[in-house]
């Protein structure tokens, strides 16, 4: 383009020194330029073959061989660029052309964490859901605790940033205790209810939540947090039986990155504590409850983009290698796995279910969510029968503040969901659920295996988890042990297969464990059952 120009611009009749001037080059790039055309027309534009000895390995190589790892001879974990070109006989300069013009980085390392959460799916949506679409007239606040922040305090004074210089701090400091940071982020505006307490245990959870509650009087409130075991205490959960009106929403395991507050934490470091400097603790807490203050006057909303079904690809390694077919640069990942159809895997009613037979299931399209018993069950709903053991309960309308209610008022979660239990949007239409209260063990497994049969193994795992949360704690093992299965078939049949296999083998473990107490277990073969878990099966 460039020496097309110059020809141009010597052709309208400008002088070598006006156009060098007009094209931002040299007089001798003009004349230079400009008696090639002349010589040779269009043709003396091109570059003429360079001299030096041609190339005598190509990029394609040197990438092949960054990719391998080095020898075992060598002792080291990755290549750097003198050691590949001694390896190739070429210059280092060479090598490192070829990473910079790809983009490859052998002494960087990246990490990840990849959730095994058997509820990962259901987490994910329902924490993304609140965000994307919160209930009407209701608080989503999202809640947790920054532990272990440290009033730090450097040997030497801090100095100060100059033109040309940043601030400098020595590297040594003296540690002058720790706080932790309770902080409750409200999505809709950005606003930041906190407490700071010496430990972060139940009791300060406890007293967080009470604060929460009194900051929004006579308001549904539905709080994200994490799986933190604190937050799951049976003091907390005792509390929340007295206040339906705050709901907790859990994220996944190792998937706290759900938790919007994670964001603010991350601002607060930054902007607040990280290059501060604390005498004490007391001086610490005032400076992180002014920086609050400071950004409850400011404040702004936290806006949620992401769906549920653009992260999920992301969340497991499974499905990275069942959905990324993308490339990188140009070159294509190794290995790709085909993406499977957009469809669900349900099994057949009365058939064995096992992880490697789902490609002869009962296929149901992604929008259809009804089990193929779904109509018989309704009729017995409609047309009770006594001894029935599935007792359903009528979801309230799915509007106000009554989305999370029961008929008899108490908090639900009631965000439908589909045949394998993942959650829907409020007001799309669901699978009915199931009921809460534990049944008699008899009737839990014919329930449980009548659910299994019709498509719903979520559904049934609930109905199993029921029972072994209301039951005795030597039962325990036996129902945590179905359930498990139940949550294994239904990672199956959402395509999971590792989770699957790993839910099978835990069930196996706590199911062989019930069987060595000699126990009753309600007429349940537990030998062919463990056995069949150890296969990755699901029979019971």
Not at 387 to 412: F, I, K, N
């Amino acid at each position: 383009m460039e020496r097309a120009r110059i020809v141009l611009t010597v052709a309208g009749g400008a002088g070598t020194s006006e156009a060098a001037r007009q094209v931002g080059v040299s007089r001798p790039t003009v004349i230079k330029w400009r008696d090639r055309f002349a010589a040779q027309g269009i043709a003396g534009l091109n570059d003429e073959p360079r001299v030096g000895r041609p190339k005598t390995i190509d990029d394609a190589a040197i990438l092949a061989a960054t990719l391998e790892p080095p020898p075992e001879q060598l002792a080291v974990t990755h290549w750097s660029t003198r050691l590949l070109a001694r390896q190739l006989k070429i210059g280092d300069a060479t090598v490192a052309r070829a990473w910079r013009k790809y983009g490859v980085k052998p002494w960087r390392r990246e990490t990840f964490k990849f959730s095994t959460d058997p509820e990962l799916e259901a987490k994910v949506r329902d924490v993304v859901g609140l965000y994307l679409n919160p209930p009407t007239k209701a608080i989503v606040l999202c809640v947790d605790e920054k532990s272990q922040i440290q009033a730090l305090n450097r040997t030497a004074p801090i100095m100060p940033v100059r033109p040309g210089l940043p601030e400098k701090a020595t590297h040594d400091y003296k540690r002058n205790g720790t706080t932790t940071l309770f902080a409750a982020l409200e999505i809709a505006t950005g606003k930041v209810v906190d407490q700071c307490y010496d430990r972060h245990g139940k009791a300060e959870f406890g007293d967080f939540l009470r604060k929460i509650a009194k900051a929004y009087p006579h308001q549904e409130l539905h709080v994200v947090v994490d799986n933190y075991h604190t937050h799951k205490h049976a003091d907390i959960q005792a509390w929340l039986a007295k206040n339906p009106r705050v709901t907790l929403h859990f994220t996944p395991t190792s998937g706290s990155w759900l938790n919007l507050v994670e964001v603010f934490f991350g601002i607060i470091t930054r902007q607040a504590i990280r290059r501060g400097s604390f005498d004490s603790v007391p001086q610490l807490v005032t400076a992180i409850r002014a920086f609050i203050t400071g950004w409850n006057d400011r404040c702004h909303p936290f806006t949620w983009t992401k769906t549920a079904d653009e992260i999920l690809p992301h969340t497991t390694l499974n499905e990275i290698q069942t959905h990324d077919t993308s490339s990188t640069n140009g070159w294509p990942i190794k290995h790709k796995v085909p993406a499977p159809p957009d469809v669900r895997l349900l099994p057949r009613p009365g058939t064995r279910i096992k992880a490697s037979d789902y490609a002869h299931a009962v296929f149901v399209p992604s929008g259809g969510v009804q089990s193929p018993r779904q109509p018989r069950q309704a009729a017995k709903r409609d047309n009770p029968t006594p001894g029935r053991s599935v007792r359903l309960w009528e979801a309230s309308p799915m509007t106000g503040s009554g989305r999370d209610r029961d008929p008899e008022g108490r908090a639900r979660q009631a965000r439908p969901r589909d045949a394998l239990g993942r959650p829907l949007p409020y007001g799309a239409e669901g699978v009915e659920p199931v009921s809460e209260d534990p049944l008699p063990p008899e009737d839990t497994l014919t329930a449980a295996r009548e659910l299994v049969e019709a498509g719903r193994p979520f559904a049934a795992h609930e109905v199993l988890e029921a029972r072994w949360k209301a039951g005795p704690a030597e039962e325990r093992d036996l129902w945590q042990g179905l359930a498990q299965i139940c949550v294994a078939i239904t990672h199956a049949a959402r395509g999971n297969r590792v989770g699957a296999d790993r839910l099978f083998d835990r069930a196996a473990v706590k199911l062989a464990a019930f069987a060595a107490t000699g126990r009753r277990a309600y007429g349940l073969d537990l030998d062919a059952v463990v056995d069949e878990a150890r296969r990755h099966e699901g029979k019971f």
